[in-house]
């Protein structure tokens, strides 16, 4: 397998080093092949290492970020102003080659803007996308734009199906993964003019598009890939979390109504406890800012050491599936369908 | 209490009169005070109130119509070639004030259709939207507009805020209803241009305005009224049909894997109906085409006798509660409000 190093911003996220340093040591245990490249401030990573008996060493190295940008720094300041933080020396190893990905728990749209800024988008990709899996029925479904994008042009969407597809490609070894426009259905009037016109360049695309999908094919498994503008993908995902941690909730409230419910819920605990690994939100952590010329992993800021593995895990796959390849040959190969359906046009005109 | 008559659309939904004859005698013998008419086949409504052993009476009335608008049925045709269809009829009944409002299960585009033609908005209003309620930890939420308009003005939505406040206000007698503006967060950029300019005209009204909430906000209760454009709407609205059927299945799969979790599943099964009772969707049927001038309810196509019951029931609670009139104040208090601060603008100008 091949040999691949994965950069770490160490100081990103709600907890830090306390969090990436054990969560790069199990990987490094466990992953065979793979190298870890932790960023950020020395004097912590090392007091992180020690106080885990670890020590940097070949697979592990440390690498000294003097900055560190703040979870609710405006992106611009962060770009501008902080040229030695851990998240832009993370973006930085990665455009060098240094290492094959960038993994940060750290405020999003600093790591877009200063993803975007060193490493540039592919030829062919006017504008990255975050994207995501959520779970399905059949196992997952991807899901992009979820924020970096709030007002998305026909051409837009038709590029995150273009990227959405070659990602899950990579990750999930479908040839040719199935691709769905996200849309409003029955009611008045359906879809924006915006959704209408990205249907049909992605009809005349050479990918795999199903058509219109609606809010419960997300979760339906319908399609591999939903394609949608960020607004409304960051809504859905926000929806999603609040909806699932209000069931949760009652769900406990309920066992907890008197001493009957209580032996209830003791005895249903394994049954409950594997439902939860199941649908166990930290199983999906790690979204891709697709687009970009080089990869990057995008880990919730509240990530636990569990689920930070998982964002690591995510990066390595897309690093071993040749994602970047992939992207290309997918603008490529829709570039050569719209040629293509060029001369038609030409001798009408 | 005040007598109310209600028109409903005996044809409308996946299971016609099988359902809403049942409901509307339910009605009839729990709620005094309310009388019903029946619109639609008189053979299949009368067959069906024999096969109940039901008679029609003096607060059960059966009227009439001949035609039956589809529930895949465009809603252009259904406005332009069935005059008499029972959907139709019903909005009439309202528009003539022999109803005080009309409940249906039909087609959502043409039941829009129609009661804007026949009914028209209310002074002050551009656009009917569709208003729904949603569990939250506090009780419910509301939300709109749910799909009637994709593309909405910060005008438009600052009318969903006023007459999503009028509705709490009158359904939950709260006397100045927090309305919250649907939104994205921390993600890369905050929002496009028209929910940045309608925040600040909601800013601005008389309303109780808290701000911007997020996708989770609908659920957590932050506000009482969630206003978005209907396709983000719809898609939060879907997505979250989406998830919990997805949590449900991957919890019964779960209790049904062996004999031990069987076992557990049936001790456990009075606190799982406690909880599926609590957050049962049928609870919460009846969405309010708002801002016509008359009363119209939505219910779910698919929806049973119970389901059916709460539309009604949604129905009964507008007209009591003096809804249209509350719209009314609203637009006028926020007029006032906005006469108050021009002599300002007047005086610098």
Do not use: W
């Not at 540039?120 to 997952?140: E, F, M, Q, V, Y």
């Amino acid at each position: 397998m091949r040999e691949v190093t994965i950069a770490i911003d160490a100081m990103g996220g709600d907890h830090g080093p306390h969090v990436t340093v054990k969560a790069a040591l199990n990987i490094i245990q466990r992953e065979a092949g793979v190298n870890i490249v932790l960023v950020g401030l020395e004097h912590a990573i090392t007091a992180e290492l020690k106080a885990l008996r670890a020590d940097a060493g070949a697979r592990l190295r440390v690498r000294h970020a003097s900055e560190v940008v703040s979870m609710d720094e405006p992106p611009a300041m962060a770009l501008r102003s902080k040229k030695d933080s851990s998240m832009r020396v993370t973006a930085d190893l990665v455009k060098r080659g240094e290492a094959d990905a960038g993994v940060s728990a750290g405020n999003t749209g600093a790591l877009m803007a200063i993803s975007r800024f060193v490493l540039k988008t592919l030829p062919g990709i006017d504008r990255p996308a975050i994207a995501s899996t959520l779970p399905s029925h059949n196992g997952k479904t991807y899901m992009l734009d979820l924020g970096a994008n709030v007002d998305c042009s026909p051409e837009h969407l038709h590029q995150f199906g273009i990227m959405g597809a070659a990602l899950a490609s990579v990750t999930e070894q479908k040839e040719r993964p199935s691709v769905g426009l996200l849309n409003i259905g029955e009611e008045v009037i359906k879809g924006n003019d915006a959704v209408k016109q990205a249907a049909e360049l992605l009809r005349a695309s050479a990918l795999n598009f199903y058509g219109n999908v609606e809010g419960d094919d997300i979760y339906k498994g319908t399609v591999d890939v939903v394609v949608c503008d960020g607004f409304v993908g960051n809504v859905a995902l926000k929806t999603s979390e609040g909806l699932a941690k209000l069931i949760a909730e009652e769900l406990r409230r309920e066992f907890k109504k008197n001493l009957f419910t209580r032996l209830a819920g003791l005895i249903a605990l394994p049954v409950i406890r594997a439902f939860k690994r199941k649908m166990d939100p930290r199983r999906f952590n790690g979204a891709s800012l697709l687009g970009l010329n080089g990869i990057i992993i995008k880990s919730h800021g509240s990530a636990d050491i569990y689920a930070f593995e998982q964002a690591i895990l995510r990066a390595i796959d897309e690093v071993r599936g040749g994602l970047l390849r992939r992207i290309a040959e997918h603008v490529g190969s829709h570039a050569e369908s719209a040629d293509e359906t060029e001369p038609a046009t030409g001798e009408m005109a």
